[in-house]
Nanobody
Framework: QVQLVESGGGLVQPGGSLRLSCVAS????????MGWYRQAPGKQREFVAV???????DYADSVKGRFTISRDNAKNTVYLQMNSLKPEDTAVYYC????????WGQGTQVTVSS
């Protein structure tokens, strides 16, 4: 069994930055592909960024150039550095792990507001 725990969310002003972390614990033999998704109130969950085991990344068009996903396999951790935040980035951010099975974290709230 694998557990994913996100942290680093909070309230930030427009133009500010936050760094989210997602730590995998339990029986983690292979981190696999790690991703970040988000869900705003009244909207469906949407893709934000993904990083493969080999470090290949992809981003949603809405965050390209502002967000950076990275990973530290030795720490079973994936990060999402978010810069130049906008009010429309407000959402609950979820971590997803795919290595055969799919696991989700419980989410961390990010609120961008003045």
């Amino acid at each position: 069994q694998v557990q994913l725990v996100e942290s680093g969310g909070g309230l930030v002003q427009p133009g500010g930055s936050l760094r989210l972390s997602c730590v995998a614990s339990g029986t983690v033999f292979n981190m696999g592909t790690m991703g970040w998704y988000r869900q705003a109130p009244g909207k469906q969950r949407e893709f934000v960024a993904v990083i493969s085991n080999g470090g290949i990344t992809d981003y949603a068009d809405s965050v390209k150039g502002r967000f950076t996903i990275s990973r530290d396999n030795a720490k079973n951790t994936v990060y999402l550095q978010m810069n130049s935040l906008k009010p429309e980035d407000t959402a609950v951010y979820y971590c997803k792990k795919t290595s055969g099975l799919v696991y989700w974290g419980q989410g961390t709230q990010v609120t961008v507001s003045s």
